[in-house]
């Protein structure tokens, strides 16, 4: 079992940087891929970015990529999302999520465990 409680949220203008956290409980968190989607009003939740248990492969949506970057510390259960040169459409409600995986893809399926999310808003 795994319990994630995700940080940093808030609203921020065009351009600024944000730095989600994650933190997990339970001991077998490094034996677990890592991963971040997000929800808009109205919308389906998406894929962020995944990283797997060893932090060695990550994996980006096109729409995040070489914006955003996750990253993991095993030592201390925590999972991050540094998000530079945010935009508007990057507003949404973002959730951290824990699954058994061995080869990341961009999809929902096989995360186990969610956070709550947290909430980003890009302001023009």
């Known amino acids: 079992q795994v319990q994630l409680v995700e940080s940093g949220g808030g609203l921020v203008q065009v351009g600024d940087s944000l730095r989600l956290s994650c933190a997990a409980s339970?001991?077998?968190?490094?034996?677990?891929?890592m991963a971040w989607f997000r929800q808009a009003p109205g919308e389906e939740r998406e894929f962020v970015a995944a990283?797997?248990?060893?932090?060695?492969?990550?994996l980006y949506a096109d729409s995040v990529k070489g914006r955003f970057t996750i990253s993991r510390d095993n030592a201390k259960n925590t999972v991050a999302l540094q998000m530079n040169s945010l935009k508007p459409e990057d507003t949404a409600v973002y959730y951290c999520?824990?699954?058994?995986?061995?080869?990341?893809?961009?999809?929902?399926?096989?995360?186990?465990?969610w956070g709550q999310g947290t909430q980003v808003t890009v302001s023009s």
């Open positions: 339970g001991r077998t968190f490094s034996a677990y891929a």
């Open positions: 990283i797997t248990w060893s932090g060695r492969t990550t």
């Open positions: 999520a824990a699954g058994r995986i061995s080869t990341l893809a961009p999809r929902l399926r096989g995360y186990d465990y």
